[in-house]
């Protein structure tokens, strides 16, 4: 047996939804040419994030011609650094997030077509890692490491987040784990792995998606706010997190240190959250076809 039709996403009516919503529309256009300026801009800039250009003469310069946004403390291009500090706070945001999705999406289908006891103990598992607030989590991990790798940190990010996404997973499941197409595939003999697979991810996915798309936006906070203590992004490495932090010292004579990164990390999670709140529109069951 089939799935039913009315339970399938509608892929193409949900992109609909979206273009025809202007505030999906502005927020993906806003990331998508911040994404292009990351990527491009580093080749296209003179000067190196890392520069130091004339550390006599061209320390905390005004923006201007010559430096539209001004040099820090170490005469170190602001604008250079605002770009490449970006590819860093999204590429690692997004890596982890990638990371912690594929991790509870495992978990929660797991879970959910799992025995009653397995099912309990992993459940619990997971509500014992919500208990505990990421922030502390993380600087529990990370008090005892001074220089922690990138792809590192990435990990530790990814295995501190993804209890919220197998617990959405796992709710998902079972909400659909007893319909008529998963019982017959059941006694038609197809294995757990392809019930889940086939069966389960599709009805899965665009919750998870939802969720996901917020999750970018609280991972660049909280990378920002760990590069912010120093236990973050290393330097000579730049990120928005750290290029804040960089100029949290001088805020009151050059606060063009801080507040251009500070700009950018404000409008990639605002535009991320109204974008998950478009696709949770787009996603709400009202709304998808019936038959």
Sequence with gaps: MSEPRAQRQDWGGIMQRLRADPRSVLAASVLLGLAIVVVVGPMLLPHAAYEQLDITNLVHVRPGREHLLGTDAYSRDVLARVVSGG???????????????VIGIGWGLSAGLAGRRTETVMMRCVDAGMSVPRALLLLAMLAGVP?????????????????VIARLVHGEVRAIRSAEFVLAARALGASRRRIALRHLMP???????????????????????????GIGVQAPRASWGNIIGDGTEFISSAPW???APGICLVTVVLALSALGDGLRDALAPGQLPRT
């Design 87 to 101: 590819r860093v706070s999204l590429l690692f945001a997004t890596s982890a997030v990638l990371v912690q999705t």
């Design 147 to 163: 220089q922690v790798p990138l792809w590192l940190l990435v990990l530790m990010m990814a295995c501190t987040g993804w209890f």
């Design 203 to 229: 009805h899965v996915l665009g919750p998870v998606l939802v969720s996901s798309t917020l999750a970018v936006g609280q991972i660049i906070v909280l990378e920002a706010g760990l590069s912010w203590l």
């Design 257 to 259: 240190v801080s507040i």
